[in-house]
T-cell receptor, first 114, second 113 residues
Framework: DAKTTQPPSMDCAEGRAANLPCNHS???????VYWYRQIHSQGPQYIIH???NNETNEMASLIITEDRKSSTLILPHATLRDTAVYYC???????????????FGKGTKLSVIP | DTAVSQTPKYLVTQMGNDKSIKCEQN?????MYWYKQDSKKFLKIMFS???????INETVPNRFSPKSPDKAHLNLHINSLELGDSAVYFC????????????FGSGTRLTVV
């Protein structure tokens, strides 16, 4: 079972920031927070991951609370192409080779509105 | 070049048939996976291979048999196809040394009629 809780859906106006929350209150000390998204009819796409510090890359920013029990994925300027299901996943970074098991929950369906 | 490629993209077949889905990655990753996404859109892992060795084998009917001829390829063979096997099957790969993120293929939509 997924160890994260996300709202089932969200809307965001095009050009505005999309803030997607995720609760992971049972996260372990060795687990990272990963975000993936799945655009309709495509395979999931890795976005970003972090342990406890905030992270930023060309796609998004990840804000993790100090107690690590929740996080927020930020798409700074949402476009129509960002419409997708966004998955928040907790998983160890180091594990036995090949034994990572990304467990996908239901995710948040983000709709970017013109 | 496509990083993780699956063939075919669509597969329609009759119940009872045997079919294969092929997956290849050109990322130099050590680990490959098969995931199944059912009609309710849940993504579930089926198998994980590391350097041609089976690591994860979730509760999957033994009609499903993965084959890894080398670490760049992981094929999925399905015997005696059933209606409930209809789903989208995704192949993925990752580095074994650390979870830097998975790269997924574009999926194979299997329809059993």
């Amino acid at each position: 079972d997924a160890k994260t809780t996300q709202p089932p859906s969200m809307d965001c106006a095009e050009g505005r920031a999309a803030n997607l929350p995720c609760n992971h209150s049972t996260i372990s000390g060795n687990e990272y927070v990963y975000w993936y998204r799945q655009i309709h009819s495509q395979g999931p796409q890795y976005i970003i991951h972090g342990l406890k510090n905030n992270e930023t890359n060309e796609m998004a920013s990840l804000i993790i609370t100090e107690d690590r029990k929740s996080s927020t994925l930020i798409l700074p300027h949402a476009t129509l192409r960002d419409t997708a299901v966004y998955y928040c996943i907790v998983s160890p970074f180091y594990s036995g080779a090949g034994s990572y098991q990304l467990t996908f929950g239901k995710g948040t369906k983000l709709s970017v509105i013109p | 070049d496509t990083a993780v490629s699956q063939t075919p993209k669509y597969l329609v077949t009759q119940m009872g048939n045997d079919k294969s889905i092929k997956c290849e990655q050109n990322l130099g990753h050590d680990t490959m996976y098969w995931y199944k996404q059912d009609s309710k859109k849940f993504l579930k892992i089926m198998f994980s291979y590391n350097n041609k060795e089976l690591i994860i084998n979730e509760t999957v009917p033994n009609r499903f048999s993965p084959k890894s001829p080398d670490k760049a390829h992981l094929n999925l063979h399905i015997n005696s196809l059933e209606l409930g096997d209809s789903a989208v099957y995704f192949c993925a790969s990752s580095q074994a040394a650390g979870n830097y993120g998975y790269t997924f293929g574009s999926g194979t939509r299997l329809t059993v009629v």
